[in-house]
């Protein structure tokens, strides 16, 4: 009794502690990647302890940029998420997302979106305090060009103190790497520019 008691709590350590390598070998792998990312731009990777997700925290066209990382529960186990925010000053507000997180989530609000195609299909929609002004946005071929290098996407938050962007990535430790991340980060950039001309 006594025996299977020790091998059966050693089994459950010895699967606890691989878990945990697992883990911190995964981000670690994240960890060296933003660390690549840093010295692309002006920023610094911080870290709070052993298992924690690494953070960055940077500049990048003279905008402070925060890259975080994140993990949520959905049908089919679990996902990764990467969130990207941007302090900057925009002159429009608005919130685009995607229609089918949308219905995930069971938003009761997905009606008052104004639904916008991308690559020919409904994808996304969007919320805006002035839809007029910023519907003609998204005739422009440009925009929806910058809109199709991010897709696809959970949302994009635009408020008049800056942009939070978040995507499901798989593969974190490959899909961080230097240059991908930092073309994500390029894209949401030109997205900006375009949404704000």
């Known amino acids: 009794m006594l025996l299977t008691l020790v091998i059966a709590f050693g089994s459950v350590l010895v699967i606890w502690i691989s878990l945990n390598v697992l883990r911190k070998l995964h981000w670690d792998a994240i960890h060296l990647n933003l660390l690549e990312l840093a010295d692309s731009l002006s920023g610094k990777v911080i870290r709070n302890g052993f298992f924690s997700r690494p953070i960055f925290h940077g500049s990048c066209q003279d905008t402070d940029l925060t890259v975080n990382f994140s993990s949520e529960k959905v049908r089919k186990g679990r996902t990764n998420l990467i969130d990207i925010s941007l302090a900057m000053n925009i002159h429009r507000s608005a919130t685009i997302s995607s229609l089918d997180w949308l219905k995930e989530r069971g938003e009761k609000s997905i ?87």
């Open 111 to 197: 009606t008052e979106y104004e639904t916008f195609l991308v690559s020919g299909q409904p994808f996304y929609g969007i919320r805006t305090d002035n839809y007029p002004a910023v519907q003609s946005k998204f005739k422009d071929k440009n925009l929806m060009e910058s809109i199709e290098k991010l897709h696809p996407f959970r949302f994009i938050f635009i408020s008049r103190q800056g942009i939070l962007f978040e995507k499901e990535m798989e593969n974190l430790p490959q899909n961080t790497r230097h240059p991908r991340i930092k073309e994500l980060i390029d894209n949401l950039f030109v997205f900006i520019q375009r949404f704000e001309i």
